[in-house]
């Protein structure tokens, strides 16, 4: 008797924009497409009070294979338009969010942290949207999912002094991680996981690619940030010009880090996975 073919690893996408103006031509096809790779997961995170609607939508249209998941947050690339009101706005849509129990649950809030790289943004008027948000995190016990560009040690910074000991801290996924091993451990000390995606797919991301291979497996959640941060495979096309990352990629991004860490693609479908369950706090699957 023939044995049944083995089932495809399940993957969790811990960052991806599906609610983004560049899927709203094939959205349906972006996630039918995710789900056939195994993607069985997207956390779908805001960036402002201008897209809560967009991600909470988004989120109830896709909630089988795969199932969206949302998370809501002020972007730090948003904050200079931002009224100081709409803090209050995220406190009352996650806790009503929170409350009924006909709305789908937010896993985190975000994306939300610290922009150096702007160079037109105010760097205290981000600081000051980024503790207050990390302190309405430590309150409803929510992760964070972290924008950390140019700015890592920034970030810790506001993260220690928010949250002080580590067992205050929710944890959450220091997103597009590009940081030094020394970084990289301190977050791991504050009880965070480390978002890979794309940028270890191209041979020049040297340093990002050592990181990959190095850090314990433990510490890693798979990530596309689509449509933005394109891995190495991507095309350009007469409507992306620049090219647009999908999160039915996920699995040929985790090749990449197979390879480098010279381990099957099992191995990395099962931990990842795990990792995204145990920071976000989703059933284990």
């Given at each position: 008797m023939l044995s049944p073919a083995p089932s495809p690893p399940?993957?969790?996408?811990?960052?991806?924009?599906?609610?983004?103006?560049?899927?709203?031509?094939?959205?349906?096809?972006?996630?039918?497409?995710?789900?056939?790779?195994?993607?069985?997961?997207?956390?779908?995170?805001?960036?402002?009070?201008?897209?809560?609607?967009?991600?909470?939508?988004?989120?109830?249209?896709?909630?089988?294979l795969p199932a969206c998941l949302p998370a809501y947050g002020i972007h730090p690339m948003y904050v200079d338009?931002?009224?100081?009101?709409?803090?209050?706005?995220?406190?009352?849509?996650?806790?009503?969010?929170l409350d009924d129990p006909r709305t789908l649950r937010p896993v985190a809030i975000g994306e939300i942290g610290l922009?150096?790289?702007?160079?037109?943004?105010?760097?205290?008027?981000?600081?000051?949207?980024?503790?207050?948000?990390?302190?309405?995190?430590?309150?409803?016990g929510l992760p964070v999912l972290?924008?950390?560009?140019?700015?890592?040690?920034?970030?810790?910074?506001?993260?220690?002094?928010?949250?002080?000991?580590?067992?205050?801290?929710?944890?959450?996924?220091?997103h597009a991680f590009s940081g030094s091993p020394q970084q990289a451990e301190e977050f791991l000390k504050l009880g965070f996981k480390l978002g890979f995606g794309g940028g270890m797919t191209w041979p020049r991301a040297t340093r990002l690619r050592a990181l990959a291979a190095s850090l314990p497996l433990e510490s890693i959640v798979l990530e596309t940030d689509a449509p933005d941060?394109?891995?190495?495979?991507?095309?350009?096309?007469?409507?992306?010009?620049?090219?647009?990352?999908?999160?039915?990629?996920?699995?040929?991004?985790?090749?990449?880090?197979?390879?480098?860490?010279?381990?099957?693609?099992d191995r990395i479908a099962t931990q990842t996975r795990a990792n995204a369950c145990s920071v976000l706090n989703l059933p284990i699957f």
């Open positions: 399940l993957w969790i996408d811990t960052h991806c924009h599906l609610d983004a103006a560049e899927f709203d031509a094939d959205r349906e096809q972006i996630a039918a497409a995710a789900g056939a790779a195994g993607v069985a997961t997207m956390i779908v995170p805001a960036v402002g009070i201008h897209n809560f609607i967009a991600v909470e939508d988004c989120c109830a249209h896709f909630r089988s338009d931002a009224e100081e009101e709409y803090l209050d706005l995220l406190r009352q849509w996650l806790q009503e969010a922009d150096h790289y702007l160079p037109d943004s105010d760097p205290a008027r981000q600081e000051f949207f980024f503790v207050e948000q990390l302190q309405l995190a430590r309150e409803l972290l924008h950390t560009r140019r700015a890592v040690d920034a970030v810790l910074k506001q993260l220690r002094r928010v949250f002080g000991a580590r067992s205050s801290l929710p944890g959450g996924v220091a941060i394109p891995p190495s495979f991507a095309q350009a096309s007469p409507q992306f010009p620049r090219p647009r990352n999908e999160p039915a990629w996920l699995p040929r991004i985790a090749q990449t880090l197979a390879e480098l860490r010279e381990i099957p693609l």
